[in-house]
């Protein structure tokens, strides 16, 4: 059931010069839908744009991107939506852009995938030995440039784990390959802050906004591998997973996931 | 004069679920070709068999691009070819490659660029505030993951220099945006080690060479920034440029080029 628009066209291929397969040069979105309706389109498309910005992509059709995700989810059940949209085909050779790019804006409907195998009984969580290169100007971004997550799941896949936590090259936990990361201590919630490197995750936004307005909220600060050893519970976030209780993080089986079920109560009842 | 084979067609575009624009999946090579033929072609081959080699990229169509890159030189005074080999159309969703991905070849025809403004005189050369993230699982390659490089060349297009140095987010001078770099003082030749960060080129590699052989050698090591207050000479290397003398280096005019003058003529000799 893939289906694909290019700049608004089905099928067709992509420019071998577009600027986002030479350089990665491009940021992307993958959107859960549920009942025939993207979920949290607001906060993937102002998130796709503050990236443009950043990487100063000129992207203006959002209007136009945001009919094409409605129109790939309607009458599906259960799918992702997957937005790329690059700076274009490159006008000249080299890393610099003109300036004059053309954004291209792929959107592509995929089946929703399979739970891994451990799903129902909680997730088996270890580390992942592929580091993540820190880059303020990148980090928070889902840009297109994702050899380390490609790295990193290759070995996820070969070590029979649901997913592996990748720390940053100065050695701080930072997120799972494709999910963030909350612990709980006996001082509460914490979560990884992303300022050096990592992905600002749409699920780990809301899980912040919930916890902020009806729990005790969480602390946004570095974390240090070491502090994994002494924490009560952990999940991982993705629009797809929501809040992905961790049963087993590094071998040792966690006692709670009291946390997870409170807020995944408040962001249901928040988005129904 | 852009010609582009994609897989040995003419033409055509890219499967938009190529892992190349998916993820920067996939590595890249350019080969400047001069009188017909690509220079240093064993070279680069080697090096994109290595790279695949580290990404496990099932990649073994070295024959057919041989003869494809010399295909496009043929006849060509002075071009650039460029080749990219990514992982290939994804044949599942996600990060994690299935491991029967049939890679895709690219080889496209460019013009020789001209070289910068200022380049009869000498380059100027200041530093980029983009700093590089540290990978030693990806250093040294010549992956699709360029936003670093991007961003850089942004900043460097609106410095007026011609091109910039950038330094590894552990603050070590690791090379320009689009070439390596070696200094001289009092002590002799030296360049950054690339371990951590870096694209292990082309030409940096036949300095290495070409010095290892005839002079006294390059002493590859972390260069700090303050070291460059002190360098008496700088050359940036990529295959395009060759050895590209600095005229001035962060506002200071170094007083010599006889590294770089004694160099070229060894390789040149060597490459007749």
């Known amino acids: 059931m893939i289906a694909t628009l290019i700049n608004g066209h089905a099928g067709g291929g992509i420019d071998s010069a577009d600027r986002g397969l030479q350089y990665g040069d491009g940021l992307f979105e993958t959107i859960a839908c549920r009942d025939g309706a993207p979920r949290w389109l607001a906060l993937h ?6 990236g443009c910005e950043r990487l100063r992509i000129a992207f203006r059709d959002v209007d136009l991107l945001r009919a094409e995700i409605r129109g790939l989810a309607a009458g599906q059940q259960r799918c992702i939506v997957k937005v790329i949209v690059t700076r274009g085909t490159a006008t000249r050779r080299g890393y610099a852009p003109a300036g004059d ?4 804006r792929i959107v592509s409907r995929h089946d929703w995938p399979q739970p891994p195998g451990r799903a129902d009984a909680g997730f088996q969580l270890g580390f992942s030995s592929v580091t993540l290169g820190t880059n303020p100007l990148l980090a928070g971004l889902k840009h297109l440039n994702r050899l380390e997550q490609v790295l990193a799941q290759m070995q ?4 029979g784990l649901d997913e592996v936590l990748m720390l940053s090259s100065a050695g701080q936990v930072i997120g799972g390959s494709m999910s963030n990361v909350f612990f709980a201590d006996d001082s509460g919630l914490f979560t990884p802050e992303l300022s050096e490197c990592g992905v600002a995750g749409i699920m780990r936004r809301l899980v912040l906004q919930a916890a902020g307005r009806h729990g005790s909220g969480v602390c946004v600060r570095l974390v240090e591998p070491s502090e994994l050893a002494t924490v009560r519970e952990a999940f991982l976030t993705n629009v797809r997973w929501g809040l992905q209780s961790v049963r087993v993080l590094q071998g040792r089986t966690l006692p709670s996931d009291a946390y997870a079920q409170q807020l995944r109560g408040l962001i249901d009842a928040a988005h129904a």
Chains 1, 2 share one sequence.
């Open 101 to 104: 790019e053309q954004p291209t």
């Open 45 to 50: 498309l102002e998130r796709l744009q503050q």
């Open 156 to 159: 996820c896949d070969a070590a």
